[in-house]
């Protein structure tokens, strides 16, 4: 769509355009003089191009305008020509350059990304950072991956909802809160909207989504977690684990289908094949045997370290779905089976060697849940209002949540989970 600034993005444009005049908008990704000619590349969102004047063609305001500082915001009005030599077989010739916001400040670091930047120095300067390609590719995935989400779960029926970030109490017990003064009363930051889309399903909604921040209080410091992350999360009424595992294969095979189809170029700026194997599914008792079987040390009770994790991928494949956790290792709602209630109703997904997704059927009955609740040492009463929805017709239910930055970070080939999140917060960081 033209704006006031540009008829078209840079990934418009085609060889069928010759001649035509065109303008365009962005940022100067780098400026060469060979003397007869002056080249600058333009960059937006969607790409770069080549504009080239030529002395004695273009005039010399035209010439004199091009010689510009890297990262100068500017608007160039031109017509495109076919070239044999230039990268996208046309350039641009110009006719007149607009500096739209002579640059005041020092960048910080070179874009182009022939000077290699550390990443907290990119961080800082996240505005400066989201200009680099692989920046942006990173982000244009993570966008691809919220649209497929949304579209598999609006076609099975599914809702979007909204639940609050501030509670009175912990969403799934623990310790680790943000803890927030809400006037004359004590509150806290959501580590879950769990609960919420549970109260959402008894309600008669049936089906739900949403994506949602959450916010963890772990002193922290590795490259796989954030204090705010963002979840994409689902809960269906009337389901059991084996209804909400469908989804999820679903929901994840179609998100890893839509990348793979409308992010190839990125992909391979990025250095990453697409996802092609199947997704395969294994119980607990039975991943752990083969860990064993492979030299891993691992019990019965025992989670999954991230080197099980990388070995489970390597034994199973890139998307595998472990189900049948033992009930301690799982959060206090989720049911137990009815066939061993040692072992939950539980499950996860692991992509590329990391889990990604989390998900069980639910406990309905408050009974089960003050039983379940005191076993952890917890107060059932600090979750009396939750329980007492139970006791009001709870249907049974399944669901799921998958960290967003996390897919993005394993999908994308990222070792830090901090280049996935467009403002990251962590243990230190609060700016940008």
């Known amino acids: 769509m033209k704006s006031h600034y540009r008829s078209h993005y840079i990934r418009d444009l085609h060889p069928g355009m010759d001649g035509e005049e065109v303008v365009l908008a962005g940022w100067v990704h780098e400026v060469r003089d060979i003397g007869k000619i002056v080249f600058i ?18 005039s010399e305001e035209t010439i004199i305008a091009m010689h510009l500082p890297k990262e100068s915001t500017i608007q160039i009005r031109g017509r495109l020509s076919l070239s044999g030599v230039a990268k996208k077989g ?42 680099r390609r692989e920046t942006t590719a990173i982000f244009n995935i993570q966008s691809t991956l919220l649209r497929a989400f949304r579209d598999t779960v609006l076609k099975e029926g599914f809702q979007e909802i909204r639940t609050p970030s501030i509670v009175k ?43 949602t921040p959450v916010f963890r209080a772990e002193k922290s410091n590795t490259t796989f977690h954030l204090n705010e992350i963002t979840q994409m999360d689902i809960e269906m009424g009337f389901a059991d684990h084996s209804d909400a595992i469908r989804m999820l294969k679903l929901a994840v095979t179609g998100m890893v289908r839509e990348v793979a189809n409308s992010n190839a170029e990125e992909l391979e700026l990025l250095g990453v094949r697409p996802e092609t194997d199947e997704v395969v599914e294994v119980s607990y008792v039975d991943a752990i045997k ?36 033992p009930t301690t ?91 996935c999140s467009l403002f990251p917060r962590d243990r230190t960081r609060l700016l940008p």
């Open 41 to 58: 590349l333009l960059r937006d969102h969607t790409g770069i191009v080549q504009v080239t004047a030529k002395r004695g063609i273009v």
């Open 90 to 131: 046309f350039e641009i010739i110009p006719t007149t350059i607009s500096n739209l916001n002579p640059l005041s400040g020092e960048i910080p670091f070179e874009v182009t990304g022939k000077v290699p930047a550390d990443i907290d120095v990119r961080l800082n300067h996240r505005q400066i950072d989201l200009r």
């Open 169 to 211: 109490e912990a969403t799934e017990g623990g310790s680790d809160l943000f803890k927030v003064a809400y006037f004359e009363q004590d509150a806290y930051l959501a580590q879950s909207p769990q609960l919420y889309k549970q109260l959402a399903v008894i309600g008669g909604m049936d089906r739900v989504f949403m994506v």
């Open 290 to 325: 083969k860990l064993s079987e492979n030299g891993a040390r691992i019990d019965f009770g025992q989670d999954f370290t991230r080197e099980h994790e990388k070995e489970l991928s390597r034994l199973y494949g890139n998307m595998l779905i472990v189900k049948g956790y």
């Open 329 to 419: 290792l799982r959060a206090f709602y989720s049911m137990p089976s009815q066939k061993d209630p040692e072992i939950s109703n539980s499950y996860d997904f692991i992509f590329r060697g990391t889990e990604i997704s989390s998900g069980a059927e639910r406990i309905h009955k408050p009974e089960m849940l003050v039983a379940a609740l005191e076993s952890r040492g917890e107060d059932p009463s600090a979750f009396s209002s939750y329980i007492d929805a139970f006791r009001e017709g709870a249907p049974p239910h399944a669901g799921w949540s998958i960290g967003l930055e996390r897919f993005t970070m394993k999908i994308t080939g990222m070792e830090n989970i901090r280049e």
